[in-house]
């Protein structure tokens, strides 16, 4: 059996200032789910280890999460699993929030064998807010990928141990509260933002909606890209951001669910800067050379930055050269599978330029129609993603 691992670990908030602070308690809160009404589809396998009548056979979340913050050390504040006093009329909870799972199975096809590569993806969020107005103060993401081959579609049963894995223990090398734990030292809930970023809009061009429609459903998939891209800008910038979530959650109130109750978190009322992404265009190049052939996935999307006094950046951005690879000629190759992986390589491409100095080189080939782009990525960078908004 082959493995391959692979940690996406984001983070989103603000970075310390210094540990004046650090003697100030943060209540834990428990694992929270950001939506219970529709779980199931959701995050099926999840969802089943929040312990919420005392008859836990799958698991419980709760304690799965619980022993990797506990008795530890974190930088910018002290982390306290006490009970909150009546007393106390005001504070700060963390609670780490599952926001989403998915299993996506390409199948890869080489000289009659068919092998089917399974991506297990948790999106994860650690989220600081007020315990009396549930006002949101930082987020943290986290977006735990893992790979498996199988030579047949994985079990009901496989899949539930695979989350169950990668939510409770380490035995697959990877934890979602390990990984959340070890980001929370660079956040400093202490320090309120005055302006916040949001990727509130994610476009599908028809080609694109063709090929994704075969597999996912579009709406859910778009929302998993933008949660991915705000994860990849953040890595890069430290910029404070919204959590990018569902397009009837974008502004507003966020009922949320744990073990014993409910909790409303208040979301800020408008971003200061809104990003729209285009996913404008699919579109597959092949060249047969036998024994091999050259094939290519290309990608097209456009990026928007706008605030609330107009338009910041307006770019297209493609994948073409970098896109190819060269495959045994009788090897079929699952387009659902190789597009999305295009898609998210171009997107962190697009990111770093927003973290340190602009690469010439692959605006060059992302972006050839605008000679103009290395000074708007700058002047974006300049005003958007910025430390201490």
């Known amino acids: 059996m082959n493995k391959i691992i ?21 209540y834990w809160g428990g694992v929270g789910f950001v939506s219970w009404e529709d779980r199931k589809e959701r995050y099926p396998y999840s969802s089943q280890l929040l312990c919420r009548k005392g008859n836990c056979p799958s698991g419980n979340i ?62 994860a969020n650690l989220m600081f807010f007020e315990f009396g107005t549930g006002r949101f103060i930082a987020a943290q993401p986290v977006v735990i990928q893992y790979l498996d081959v199988f030579d047949h579609p994985a079990t009901k049963e496989k899949n539930s141990q695979i989350i169950s894995d990668l939510l409770g223990n380490e035995t697959r090398k990877v934890n979602v509260f390990k990984s959340l734990y070890e980001k ?14 949001q990727i509130t809009d994610v476009k599908l061009g028809d080609s694109v ?39 009837e959650r974008l502004q507003g109130e966020l009922m949320t669910t744990f073990r014993d109750a409910s909790f409303k978190i208040v979301l800020p009322d408008e971003p200061a800067y809104r990003i729209s992404l285009d996913i404008n265009k699919f579109k597959l190049f092949e060249k047969l050379s036998p024994p091999s052939k050259t094939v290519c996935y290309a990608v097209s999307i456009n990026l928007k930055i706008e605030s609330l006094l107009g338009e910041i ?7 073409t050269q970098s896109s190819c690879s060269v495959v045994a000629a009788s090897k079929i190759l699952d387009p659902t599978f190789y597009f999305p992986g295009s898609l998210l390589s171009l997107l962190n491409q697009v990111s770093k330029q927003f973290g340190a100095n602009p690469d010439k080189g692959f605006l060059k080939e992302a972006s050839p129609k605008d000679s103009k782009a290395l000074k708007k990525i700058k002047n974006a960078k300049k005003e958007v993603f910025k430390i201490g908004l």
């Not at 692979?6 to 943060?26: E, R, S, T, Y």
């Not at 459903?217 to 990849?232: D, L, R, S, V």
């Open 6 to 26: 692979l940690v996406l670990v984001f983070l989103i908030g603000l970075l310390p200032a210094g540990n004046a602070q650090a003697d100030k308690k943060v």
């Open 62 to 123: 709760d304690l799965m999460a619980r022993k990797f913050f506990e008795n530890k050390t974190f930088k910018n504040f002290k982390f306290s699993n006490e009970t909150i006093s009546s007393q106390e009329i005001e504070g700060i909870i963390m609670a780490p929030m599952i926001v989403r799972e998915t299993i996506d199975i390409g199948e890869d096809i080489t000289e009659g064998k068919t092998s089917f590569i399974h991506t297990y993806r948790i999106f």
């Open 184 to 197: 929370s030292q660079n956040i400093n809930p202490h320090i309120f933002a005055e302006k916040f970023v």
């Open 209 to 247: 909606k063709n090929i994704i429609a075969k597999k996912f459903k579009p709406g859910p998939w778009k929302t998993q890209i933008g949660q991915i891209f705000e994860a990849n800008l953040i890595a890069q910038t430290g910029a404070p951001l919204i959590p990018s979530m569902d397009q």
């Open 313 to 319: 950046l307006n770019l297209p951005f493609r994948r």
